[in-house]
C-alpha cells in the first residue's frame, strides 16, 4: 500500500494468528436462514434440494481451498477441518473464517438456478462464521462428534414438530407436546401417529454430510486413437457415516488420518468444557468505532478473466458500490463506508451492539452478504458478460478509540486510492501504448506525483484531476440526513431522508465531515460530533 502520513492507523490492527500445532477448523451457519426457507418455501422438515446445494456448495470450497481435508455438515451449517500443517493465509484467524464464508455464499448464489431452476432468488444469502482451533485430534474428535449429536438430536425434534404441525396442531400445541421428551418418546411419537420409523428417514436427515477428499480414477485427456487418459486425483467425495467422530470410519482413511491425525479410542457424549470451548467468541473493545475492511481475494485474475476495463473499469466499480448500499441497508449499524477498485470499509457506531460485538460474527456476516450481492447483482451491470467464477473477499475488524483516528483511517485509505490510481492509470496507459509491463514499471520507478502528471499531460493528452471522480477519489456512502437534491454521486434526482447515496468526495478534508455532521453524530450515538 502507498506511503502517507496516516500510516500509523496500522498500529491498531491486531494479530489473530491460530499458532501451530493446532487444528483450524472453520464453522459456517445460515444467517437467519428460518426466514430465508420460509420466503423460498423450503420443504419442512428437510428440504433435500436446500441440502444437496448446502453439500455442492461445500464440495466447491473443498476444490477451491487444498488446505481443507474434510468437512462436515446438516441443515444450514458446515465445518471445515484444515489439514493440521496449513499455513494458510498464515494462519489468520479473521482472513480465514471470512474468505470461506464469502467463497460460500457466492457459490450458494451462483448455484442456486442449478438446484432451483423453477424458484427465484429473492435476496442475497449470508452466513455467519467462526474458527475453532482444536488442541489435537482428539479435541477435534469431540468437536465432531457434538456436531453430529447436535443434528441427530434437531432433526428428531424437527420431524416430529412438522408431522404434528401438519396434522393440524398449532405451533404453540407442538411446543408444548414435545417439551421435555426424550429420543425414545419421540420415536414413539413418530411411529404410533404417523407411521415413520425414525431410522428409516434418508441418512442425509439424520446422519449430515461429509465430504473428504480421495484420490479417484479421472479421464484428463484422449489419445490419438481416442481413448481415454486416465489420472488419479484428488476429488472430494460426499459420504453418509452414523459416526463421523468414530474411529472405524476415521482411521479407514487415510488423508484423513494422515493430514489430521488418528482417532484412538471412541467417545460418548462430548464433554461440557470441550463444548464451552468450541462455543467461545473473542470481542471487541467496547466504545470503539470497529471498522471492517474487505478486499478482493485475488481480483487481479478475476478482472481479467472478466476483462474489466484498465485502469478502471466504471462499471465493476458501480457493482462495488452497489454492493455496499446493500450492505448499510442490512445492517442499520453501519453508519459510513468507503470504497475504492476491490476493497470496502464498513464504520460501525462507537456504540453498536451488532452480534455483541463478536468479531467472527460481524466480520463474516459483513463480507458473505456483500459477496453474494455481488454474484446476485452481476447481471444488473454486466448484462452480455457471464460471470466465469465465483469471486470471493477476505476481511478484518480493527477498533479505533477516537474520532480523529478514525478520520485518519479514512484519509488513509482515500490517499491510498489516490496514489494508485494516479500509477495505475499511467501504467496502462503506457501499456496500451506499446511497452511491455516491465518496461511500464521501470519506466514509472521513483517518479513522484508531479512526474506522473506531466506524463499523462505531455504524452498522452490526459489531465489527471479531470479524470471521474470516482476513480480518484473513490465512493462514499451514508445514509442522508434530510431529503435533497442531489447532483453529484451515482445518481442525480431528489433523495429521500434517510436513503443510502454514494457521494464521490473528498473525505480527507474535514469541511466534508462538516458539510456532514449527521454522519458522525450517528457513529456516535446521537451524540454531537466534535472535531
Known sequence: ????????????????????????????????????????????????????????????????????????????????????TSRFYQRRASKILSLVASFFAAVYVAKWKQFFPQKKLEYAPSFTSKVVSCASAEVLQAYLAWRQQDCHANNQYDTCFWMLVKSGKSISETHEVLK??????KNELLFQNFGINYKTLPELFRQGSCLFKKKV?????????????????RKAVLVHSENIAGRNFWNEQPSLYN???????????????FIRSFQFENKLLPLTWVVVRIDGCHFHRFSDVHEFEKPNDEQALKLMNSCAVAVLK????????????????????????????????IISAITSFFTSTYVLQWGEFFPHKEMKYPPSFDGRAVCYPTYNILLDYLAWRQVDC???????????????????KTQSQD??????????????SCQFGIEYNSLPLIFRMGSSVFHLKEAVAVESGEVSGKKLKGEVVVHHCNIIERCFWEEHPHILSLLNSHKTATF
Open 1 to 84: 500500500m502507498a506511503n502517507s502520513k496516516y500510516e500509523y492507523v496500522k498500529s491498531f490492527e491486531l494479530e489473530d494468528e491460530v499458532m501451530l500445532p493446532k487444528l483450524i477448523v472453520v464453522r459456517i451457519d445460515g444467517r437467519d436462514f428460518l426466514r430465508f426457507s420460509q420466503v423460498h418455501e423450503f420443504e419442512k422438515p428437510n428440504d433435500e434440494t436446500a441440502l444437496s446445494l448446502m453439500n455442492s456448495c461445500s464440495a466447491a470450497v473443498l476444490e477451491e481451498f487444498p488446505d481443507i481435508i474434510f468437512a462436515y455438515g446438516y441443515s444450514d451449517e458446515y465445518s471445515f477441518v484444515f489439514k493440521k
Open 330 to 361: 442490512e445492517f442499520e449499524d453501519i453508519h459510513f463506508a468507503y470504497g475504492v477498485s476491490d476493497e470496502y470499509s464498513f464504520v460501525l457506531k462507537k456504540e453498536s451492539e451488532l452480534y455483541k460485538r463478536q468479531s467472527s460474527k
Open 443 to 456: 519506466y514509472l520507478k521513483g517518479t513522484q506525483t508531479r512526474e506522473k502528471n506531466e506524463l499523462l
Open 180 to 185: 421435555d421428551t426424550q429420543k425414545q418418546q
Open 217 to 233: 480414477e479421472e479421464t484428463v485427456k484422449h489419445d490419438e486413437n481416442g481413448n481415454p487418459v486416465k489420472r488419479l486425483r
Open 418 to 436: 489516490h496514489i494508485n490510481n494516479q500509477y495505475n492509470t499511467c501504467f496502462w496507459m503506457l501499456v496500451k501504448s506499446g511497452k511491455t
Open 259 to 273: 493430514d489430521l491425525g488418528h482417532f484412538t479410542k471412541d467417545i460418548g457424549k462430548t464433554e461440557p468444557e
